[in-house]
């Protein structure tokens, strides 16, 4: 049954697709932009119809190119993003809440004193940011009809009829047993859920249904949340490997097995995937804002785009004493205060544009470092090389600074799509059965090392100015 597959990658600001041969890689791609509307108070919302559309899209614009029939379709998911459906039409009954949107802040401040609870059930924290806040919000204050899910379940549902989730998906919701990767009817009842109609738990990879939707008949066989779907693509596949994935914002995930690891560092444990029923489990830490950062730089005239990060940021040696706690959508893992602002200190009438543009670069990697010693300490050993991908590796800039600040080697993945890659390799195997899941994988081979340039003694003054500003946003706001 081998021959090329449909890979999509719906994400928050638009939806990439690729047509994967499993012998000449990439024959076809597709794009299609999504626009996420940002309102005052912290409320991100996108349209349902958007996003399906852009799926057709970009799907139907990478089989346009390739030309060629495929034998099974992969989608990745945003993971967090919530609406409520009519599941007999499939028509959306509210506006999609983006994994970014924080209004379910209040949903979790009633519900504080079950937060041990919950993250000794699910492995998450009580956080906005995941789907089960989002949806008993939207439940208490726009509908309670029809169902109400993440929006790959929509998606899905749009595109076969059939009425499932993965659990990895699954997992981001704060409503799944981590253990038993199956729902919880506990944490159900914490949010007042428990009369919801939820989607089927399925498998990563395997048939869920066929789609039209691009034309030909086409099975669904993989399904995933978009950052274990690059976690995969990098061949992270056993403990001790870890990735991060710069996009709208960086994901660092680091794999632990077939057991869910729940450290005390505020890293996430969730699942990776799910393969013929066994389980593989990760440490998920975020940024939230990395190329979002970067674009409200942009749209501050600091900038023109991403592609300016080198250029500006080269004609200065170094931050000259800026500190960029890049927290504009608040600070996440391992810290969990969505409430709190960035700031920008150290300022003077000499600091310029490529002062700014570095001390980005170094909130931004100090951040992702971070984040690596909380997984390290979890795993209970120092993590190996950092695999990286999204379009901010593009920034020689940012992945030295990056590389200096680890003090280790980051490998820039040579694959610029690694989640729609990795979407693709779960379609391959729910097409397969048979198949290895190295087989499935495509080759991974860095386009860059970029290996530390400065001393361990700079690296940790460094990171300590970052850890000072983050102290003080800390300290001046009410916990």
Known sequence: ???????????????????????????????????PRHLPGGLVEADPAELYDSVVEAGTRALAEAREPVVALGLANQGETVLAWDPSTGRPLTDALVWQDRRAESVCAELAEHADELRQL?????????????????????????VVTTSDAWLVHRLTGAYVTDAATAGRTQLLDLD??????????????????????????????????????????GLVVDQQAALLAQRITAPGGVKCTYGTGAFLLAHTGDTPRRGTSGLVSCVAWRLGGRTSYCLDGQVYTAASAVRWLTDLGVIQGAADLDTVGRTVPDSGGVTFVPALA????????????????????????????????????????????????????????????????????????????????????????????????LARLGAEPGLSVA???????????????VSADEAAQRLGGFRAAVTALLDGTPA
Do not use: N
């Open 330 to 425: 608040g600070l996440a893992a391992p810290w969990w205060r969505g409430d709190l602002r960035g700031s920008l200190t150290g300022l003077g009438l000499d600091t310029g544009p490529g002062h700014l543009v570095r001390a980005l670069c170094e909130g931004l990697a100090a951040q992702v470092v971070l984040l690596a010693e909380a997984a390290a300490a979890d795993l209970g050993g120092a993590l190996g090389v950092l695999r990286v991908d999204g379009g901010l590796t593009r920034s020689a800039l940012l992945m030295q600074t990056q590389a200096d600040l680890l003090q280790r080697p980051v490998e820039v993945s040579a694959l610029p799509d690694a989640t729609a890659l990795g979407a693709g390799a």
């Open 122 to 146: 699910t492995g998450l924290p009580l956080d906005p940011y995941f789907a089960a806040p989002k949806m008993a919000w939207t439940r208490r204050h726009l509908t309670t009809e029809g």
């Open 439 to 453: 087989d499935a994988l495509p080759d991974w081979k860095p386009a860059a090392v970029y290996e530390p340039l």
């Open 180 to 221: 038993h990767a199956q729902w919880s009817q506990r944490a159900l009842e914490v949010y007042g859920l428990s009369g919801e109609r939820l989607p089927d738990v399925v498998d990563t990879a395997g048939p869920v249904g066929t789609t039209t939707a691009f034309g030909p008949e086409i099975p669904l066989t």
């Open 1 to 35: 049954m081998a021959g090329p597959v449909l890979a999509v990658d719906q994400g928050t600001s638009g939806t990439k697709a690729l047509v994967v041969c499993p012998e000449r890689g990439v024959i076809g791609t597709g794009f299609a932009a999504v626009r």
